[in-house]
């Protein structure tokens, strides 16, 4: 663990020194980045650590401009509270102007554990649940989807705040949506910024990918299960959550194409972990009917491995 952590201050040390935080607004980056230009970039990387420095700023701006325009929403917080035995639960929506009118694009729920005091780990869970259902109360967006299955208890039991969002039904805005969620979870008196994990289930893996790419200041990240089939941009997104603490857990059951899938997932992002004496994405795991059941293997082994990381 203290070797992780030396690698990894010393990269982000790196970072900061060459061109600023990721998402800085007055950060100087490259011109736009062409997809053939990307490509080549992942075909000979990383030969060495400078080599990767001086690639990192041009993967940054195509997965930036990949967002396209973002628009006015955010996150709020309402006052509808569910109290239960060991948790309090807050109602949560990210709203947008849709046809002229402010309206709930995402729903999303804040849970705190009931014995926490001052600030504490925290994890940012995306899943693939379908969009709200306009003219629904938030109860029955969230609460009865599996967003905040049962098994999220686990994770509210283990110490952690949890702020949980399911998909935005605007996809112009999803990018923006989830970007912002991080942002609402870090500035929380509850939450300690230092140690938030963002966890993608199934599909949702993509969006926690995207997000952690982009934001230097997640943790760590779990992909519990993953999408069907791996896109060309996943190892840039991998990449560049590299050398932090990546949790694999690929369901060879469902993945369509599995040469392409470990190309993307594991061979290409292996290399930057090799560089800084780091083990793969820190614990891959391969296998069968990954499931986030409350009482399934992969579930619990990403519980345990969240406590340890954080």
Not at 19 to 41: N, Y
Not at 79 to 100: F, Q, S, T
Not at 208 to 222: F, G, M, P, S
Request: net charge negative.
């Amino acid at each position: 663990m203290l070797r992780r952590l030396a690698g990894l201050i010393l990269m982000l040390n790196v970072l900061a020194a060459s061109f600023g935080p990721v998402l800085a607004d007055d950060a100087v980056w490259p011109a736009a980045v062409t997809k053939a230009e990307v490509q080549r970039l992942l075909q000979s990387l990383p030969a060495s650590t400078d080599a990767w420095e001086a690639a990192r700023p041009k993967l940054i701006r195509w997965l930036q401009d990949q967002r396209g325009a973002q628009e006015p929403i955010r996150w709020v917080l309402s006052d509808e509270v569910l109290e239960g035995e060991d948790h309090k639960l807050c109602a949560m929506h990210c709203e947008a102007e849709v046809n002229g009118a402010t309206r709930p694009i995402a729903y999303g729920g804040l849970k705190v554990p009931a014995q926490h005091v001052g600030r504490g780990p925290a994890v940012l869970l995306f899943s693939d649940v379908a969009a709200p259902r306009e003219g629904l109360p938030w109860s029955d967006n969230v609460t009865k989807s599996s967003v905040m299955f049962k098994a999220s208890d686990d994770l509210t039991q283990a110490g952690f705040v949890l702020l949980s969002a399911n998909q935005v039904s605007k996809p112009t805005c999803a990018a923006e949506a989830d970007r912002l969620a991080v942002q609402f979870l870090m500035e929380r008196p509850e939450v300690d910024p230092d140690r938030v994990a963002i966890v993608g289930l199934g599909n949702a893996a993509r969006r926690a990918w995207r997000v952690a790419a982009l934001d230097e200041r997640i943790a760590a990240v779990v992909s519990l299960g993953t999408p069907a089939a791996a896109n060309w941009d996943d190892e840039i997104m991998f990449s560049l959550i590299a050398p932090r603490p990546h949790r694999l857990a690929v369901d060879t059951a469902v993945i369509r194409d599995r040469q392409a899938s470990i190309r993307h997932w594991i061979t290409g992002p292996q290399r930057l972990y090799e560089l800084h004496d780091l083990p793969a994405l820190f614990s891959t795991r391969l296998g069968a009917r990954f499931s986030t059941e409350k009482d399934s293997a992969a579930w619990q082994d990403m519980v345990t491995w969240l406590k340890d990381e954080l």
